[in-house]
């Protein structure tokens, strides 16, 4: 390593941790500051992909995670006629590859173990308000009862796709709010439900459905189902038993399922936004995670690409002086992102929007192309993450990083 540096870290979600161990273990004075309270255990579950879980094994935390994931086999996609959209094993792209369901709050308590055991300086309860610079132009942060901290030589902006602090970064950036976002139950799974399968239902673009087992110990699974924003007041408002009925239509198998939902409030609402930016650095300060490239979760590929991007400026900062490791983190980051930021965005209207003859394009597309099985890989390899283009795959194989015989 070249010099030891002392560098801030605003947002403690997945990027900001998984960034804190890998920089703190090279030597430097890491600080990650957090509005929330200590290990407040919120969020939804998600699925992270070979690539996040290559990420999560070179920090050696596979062992950790392993009892609290549990592993998905395949994404299994149909309309409610039956009519079967997808169906993609990641066994197609390696035997021993699959995705893992898990919950928000059990992958920030292990990154947060690592964390605090790598000597990174946690603080809770600390809302970054403003940045400012120092004499020498290194960033200071002003937090919201006043205090200063820094100056730090290298300001990580990990703060999520609401970020406060991009705008202030300096670094130009175009946040969109995507029109339809989601409502999240986390429930028993019951066993009407695979396990192992990553299971959605689609009628017209209108109507998604989808189960995600997410962990082991207590054997759970997220239901999410897709909604306008601006609807989200009435179905507040609405009957429970209403809304039940047009899950059942997609889902039949949800009925006991579905019983475990008594009230409204058990229900979480997800908006998601669409950043789009030329580069992710700036003077002194990288954009990590959803606050450098939000993007919708129709790929699932979040949570991983900000692990990606926390591997990848660890890396940088390794092999190159501060300026030039900023400037190689954007570009070695820029073909990855931008794949899946595109493929997102195109993606998403043919699940999620107004424009109901998209839909049928996607119902008469989807089945011919899982049908071929060098576009159904492809499509798989999408999934997985490892992807650099609609035929093209990042470096090291399609999985960097991967060791063959471990399970993550
Ligand atoms: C409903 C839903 C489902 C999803 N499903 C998947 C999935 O299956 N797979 C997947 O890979 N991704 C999924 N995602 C996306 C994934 O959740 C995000 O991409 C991921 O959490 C981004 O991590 P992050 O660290 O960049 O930001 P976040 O996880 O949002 O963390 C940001 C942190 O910064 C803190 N913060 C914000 N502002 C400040 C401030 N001013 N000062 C201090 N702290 C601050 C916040 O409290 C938060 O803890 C999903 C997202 C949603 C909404």
Known sequence: ??????????????????????????????????????????GAGFLLQPTGLAVLHQLGLSEAL??????ISKLYCRTHSGRVLLNLPYSELGQDLYGAGTHRATLLDVLLSAAESAGVAIHWNTEMRRL????????????????THGPYDLLLICDGAHSTMREQSGVPAKVSRYPWGALWFMGKRTPEFDPQVLWQCVGSTRELNGYLPTGTRDDLLSLFWSIRIDQIPAWREGSLDHWKQQVLRLTPQAESFLNQIESHQQIATAVYHDVRMKQWHGNRV?????????????????????????????????????????????????????????????????????????????????????????????????MAGGKTGPFSRLPQAQIPGRPPESRL
Not at 7 to 23: E, N, Q, R, V
Not at 66 to 71: F, G
Not at 132 to 147: F, I, K, T
Not at 333 to 345: D, K, S, V
């Open 132 to 147: 400012s610079r120092a004499p020498s132009e290194r960033p200071v942060l002003h937090d919201q009862s006043g205090q």
């Open 1 to 42: 390593m070249s010099a030891s540096f002392r560098i801030g870290i605003i947002g403690s979600g997945t990027a900001g941790p998984a960034a804190a161990i890998f920089l703190a273990r090279a030597g430097h004075e890491v600080t990650l500051f957090e509005r929330a309270e200590k290990k407040l255990s919120v």
């Open 66 to 71: 392993l009892p609290h994931i549990v592993p």
């Open 286 to 382: 990288a954009l990590l995670g959803d606050a450098a490239h939000a993007l919708s979760p129709q790929l699932g590929q979040g949570v991983n690409l900000a692990l990606m991007d926390a591997a990848c400026l660890a890396e940088t900062l390794q092999q190159h002086p501060l300026e030039d490791a900023l400037d190689q983190y954007s570009k070695r980051r820029r073909q990855h992102l931008r794949f899946y930021q595109f493929a997102t965005r195109w993606t998403t209207p043919l699940f999620q929007s107004d424009w109901l003859p998209l839909g049928w394009i996607r119902d008469a597309v989807f089945p011919i192309v899982n049908a071929l099985p060098v576009l159904r890989r492809e499509m798989t390899a999408t």
